[in-house]
């Protein structure tokens, strides 16, 4: 009894020669050194104690890095980390020597602005630190752009308790983030009515895949001169038994963003190769090419190349039947990654494609390194065709060059003759729009391949 006395004496010995340090581990953030969670609560708490008279102010910004989470999936969480320690000592350098930022996880940052403060001079305040943020940042052989959303909420005039004053700036940062990320946005009492909207049609969509709520659509793709049969961009459909069918460009920019594109867009990888596979059994249907969208979210993910072998081994359907597109849009971030695993996908025996081809980030001499088979110019500039001030003559150039460098073209959004004459006569060579179909449901999808000439 005597030695376990003593270990207990000597532990309250060691913990009150510590105290200071354990303080510190309960109140700072281990990776960057700022205030946590907690110590930020806390802090809030006594300014609305010390300004209970209401005469002052203060506000609080929620700071959330757009897109870090491909820094992870790409680089790994060890230069994720580092990429994050970085942004806390530029965040520290930025502030007002009375606020204090702190770290709530993840890549959210808080700032608690101490000072009064007008509207507008807080916003050019939190402004001028979005776009130092934006500035490119260096870190090891990495070239990073940062951008971030601010949301702010104000005391009192928008709550007067520390949990309504979080959730309304956590509020304004989602609403910023929806407006297009790298932006800095107010509360108001509307954005938690939409916040909430946002979060049941999010909760929606996840349960979209299980109840069998998801179709595909075949959008079909023919040769330009005697419109053969390609074969089909395949797209996705969402008919909820609560909102109606809804649009892709509504129900997608969610997916993308809460990252429930990875489990839609397999659903959809693997119905696919299905319908590819029973296609196949006929013989005039063998060169048919099914070509699929997969966002850089989708292609970045750990899980996107195993997911492809799996697949490919369950349905046996021939690769050179497969196409992937990606969007111009995938290489901004991190190009290098892109491209190593575009070559991954190649050497599985699929097809690649450039989607949206002259939306404004290729450069042509970048084409010629790029794992590529097909490059699809968007809708933006075939409408120059049916333009009359001389526009028109970049299309027909910029065919003749992308087939000089070895690529197949296709024209996507071909609505009226006009456009379609002049893509045959500049020689592209295939294409897909309104004029000669539009997407097919799943279910005609089968009628119209036993009808079409092959």
Not at 119 to 132: A, K, M, P, S, V
Not at 256 to 266: C, K, N, R
Not at 352 to 360: C, E, K, N, R, T
Request: charged fraction near 25%.
């Amino acid at each position: 009894m005597q030695k376990y006395d003593g270990r207990v004496i000597d532990s309250f010995s060691y913990l009150e020669k510590n105290r200071g340090l354990l303080d510190q581990m309960v109140h700072i953030d281990v990776l960057t050194g700022l205030p946590n969670r907690k110590m930020i609560v806390d802090r809030i708490n006594r300014l609305i104690h010390q300004f209970s008279d209401e005469k002052d102010t203060f506000s609080i910004i929620f700071i959330d890095l757009d897109n870090f989470k491909r820094i992870n999936d790409v680089y790994g969480h060890t230069v994720g980390d580092k990429f994050l320690k970085r942004v806390a000592g530029f965040l520290s350098e930025q502030i007002h020597e009375c606020d204090i930022l702190g770290r709530l996880g993840g890549d959210e940052f808080i700032l608690i602005v101490q000072r009064k403060l007008k509207h507008g001079e807080l916003y050019q305040y939190i402004d001028g630190i979005r776009e130092g943020l934006a500035r490119a940042l260096f870190l090891e052989d990495f070239r990073f752009s940062i951008h971030a959303s601010f949301g702010i909420s104000t005391y009192p005039t928008d709550a007067r308790n520390a949990e309504d004053l979080l959730k309304y700036a956590d509020a304004a940062m989602y609403n910023a983030k929806g407006r297009g990320k790298d932006g800095v946005q107010f509360f108001n009492p509307s954005l938690h009515q939409s916040l909430m909207s946002r979060f049941a049609f999010e909760q929606n969509l996840r349960a979209a895949i299980p109840n069998r709520e998801l179709a595909l659509a075949f959008q079909p793709q023919y040769a330009a001169c005697d419109k053969t049969l390609r074969g089909f961009e395949v797209l996705i459909r969402w008919f909820s038994p609560i909102h109606g069918p809804v649009s892709p460009g509504q129900f997608l920019s969610i997916a993308e963003e809460s990252g429930l594109i990875v489990p839609i867009g397999e659903w959809a990888f693997q119905n696919s190769c299905n319908k590819l596979r029973r296609a196949a059994k006929s013989p005039a249907c063998h060169h048919l090419v099914m070509s699929m969208n997969v966002s850089f979210v989708q292609i970045s993910d750990r899980n996107f190349l195993p997911m492809l072998d799996r697949i490919l081994e369950e349905t046996e359907v021939n690769p050179a039947n497969l196409e992937i597109e990606i969007p111009e849009s995938a290489f901004v971030t991190s190009p290098e990654y892109i491209t190593d695993i575009l070559y991954q996908v190649k050497r599985r025996g699929l097809q690649v494609a450039l989607g949206d081809f002259g939306s404004g980030y290729s450069a042509l001499n970048c084409l010629q390194v790029l794992p590529v088979d097909t490059l699809k110019i968007g809708k933006g500039l075939l409408d120059r065709i049916d333009e009359n001030d001389g526009d028109q003559a970049v299309v027909g150039p910029l065919i003749d060059l992308i087939h000089r460098l070895g690529y197949h073209v296709v024209a996507d959004g071909v609505e009226n003759e006009n456009q379609r004459e002049y893509l045959a006569e500049n020689t592209c060579d295939y294409m897909q729009g309104h004029l000669w179909g539009s997407p097919l449901p799943e279910q005609e999808l089968d009628l119209y391949l036993q009808q079409e000439n092959l």
